[in-house]
């Protein structure tokens, strides 16, 4: 095995990337050394990148790596792991999804078996605390023991391995919580990368209806072709009043059944709770950042009974069921073979200004991938 890596570091000072090369940490028993091989720039990627939340004159955050919708293969296997988490056999090579954060197994959380939610949950340790080569955005990752790990069918392409471990396990987490039922009228609000996949997916959940709401017309284009029955253009129907009359319209004057938000504007949540019908669920999933307040009528939620759900990561068992949908569905759906560009880890700046959506209306595909 190699000794050393590179890292893309992050610098808020002047807001760029610095590759650096850094030992690849030792592999304890029950860890494994995954060679990262591709990974996506996710929506809160890009939150990061522009520093959205951050109050004016707060102290920087780097440096630091970040990244984690990835996908690799096996580097080292430490002592003791011969298997994936479904008891595969795994070597040396072998191309694998992993979930990104690691349970504690000892708290309050973990033991009822809410592994997402685990109170301990822990990502990668700051670079200035311990500096190796180990993210998203670098040529290694180190999964602690103990880790979810998962063996890739060989049908399946890096890139579209890539988004498994975030986009479209969090959106089946969204989904298997809404509960999307057979017959369902959904909507959802933005056609990036979440948006396109929670489409494919509520629809194999057996939605008869789903309602895809962007402002990009490849967004939208790509959305028909994953699974959105209609689509509400938000260049055409410029106003929320009006988009929420086409949300009525298109569900003969009930509303949807379920809403699920994906942008991470505040006001699309105001929006999107009065799209449902009543007793409808809206499922919370785009404001990862701090500092985001919505003016909600709490009164309406009561009276309208909606259930509102806040979600963010996921339980393990979503990673090889993410997997078997892919399998199903790679033929059906364009999401499972959006050709995304590709950029070497020295050019991870294009890759972001490429991926970056806010105030173009480019009619370019935006899931940017990194190959380190
Ligand atoms: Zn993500
Ligand atoms: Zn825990």
Redesign the pocket.
């Known amino acids: 095995m190699v000794d050393t890596g590179i890292s893309a570091v992050w610098h808020d000072s002047d807001q760029s990337f610095e590759l650096r090369e850094l030992p690849v940490p030792e592999v304890e028993e029950g860890g494994i050394s995954i060679r990262v091989l591709r990974t996506s720039v996710?929506?809160?990627?890009l939150h990061i990148w522009r520093g959205d939340g951050i109050e004016k004159g707060a102290p920087p955050r780097d440096p630091f790596v970040f990244g984690?919708?990835m996908m690799g293969e096996i580097a080292a296997l430490g002592k003791g792991v011969e298997t994936d988490s479904l008891r595969n056999p795994l070597k040396e090579g072998d191309r694998v999804v992993f979930s990104y954060f690691f349970p504690c197994m000892r708290c309050y959380n973990c033991i009822r078996g809410e592994l997402g939610a685990c109170l301990y949950r822990g990502g990668r340790k700051p670079l200035d605390e311990w500096a190796v080569c180990n993210g998203g955005f670098a040529q290694y990752y180190y999964l602690r023991g103990p880790n979810f790990i998962f063996k890739l069918p060989d049908e399946i392409s890096d890139e579209e391995a890539a988004p498994i471990n975030?986009?479209l396990a969090?959106v089946i987490e969204a989904l298997h919580i809404g509960r999307v039922r057979f017959g369902d009228h959904v909507v959802v609000q933005g056609a990036g990368g979440l948006g396109v996949n929670a489409m494919a997916v509520a629809r194999d959940m057996g939605a008869h209806q789903v309602i895809a709401i962007d402002g990009q017309p490849a967004r939208l284009d790509l959305a028909l072709r994953s699974g959105a029955t209609d689509t509400i253009d938000i260049t055409e129907y410029d106003t929320p009043e009006a988009r929420i009359e086409r949300v009525m319209e298109l569900t003969g004057g009930i509303g949807a059944d379920i809403a699920i938000e994906l942008v991470g504007f505040p006001s699309a949540v105001e929006e999107g709770v009065k799209m449902l019908r009543q007793r409808g669920t809206y499922l919370e999933v785009g404001h990862i950042s701090p500092n985001s307040f919505a003016s909600l009528d709490v009164q309406k939620l009561v009276s309208r009974q909606i259930r509102f759900h806040g979600i963010q990561h996921y339980d393990p068992w979503i990673l090889p069921s993410a997997i078997d949908f892919l399998m199903r569905n790679r033929d059906r759906f364009a999401v499972c073979d959006v050709v995304s560009d590709v950029f070497p880890i020295e050019k991870i700046g294009d890759a972001f200004s490429q991926a970056e959506w806010m105030g173009r209306d480019s009619n370019k595909i935006t899931r940017a991938v990194v190959a380190p």
């Not at 996710?42 to 990627?45: E, K, Q, T, V």
């Open positions: 996710c929506g809160s990627d984690h919708e975030c986009a969090q």
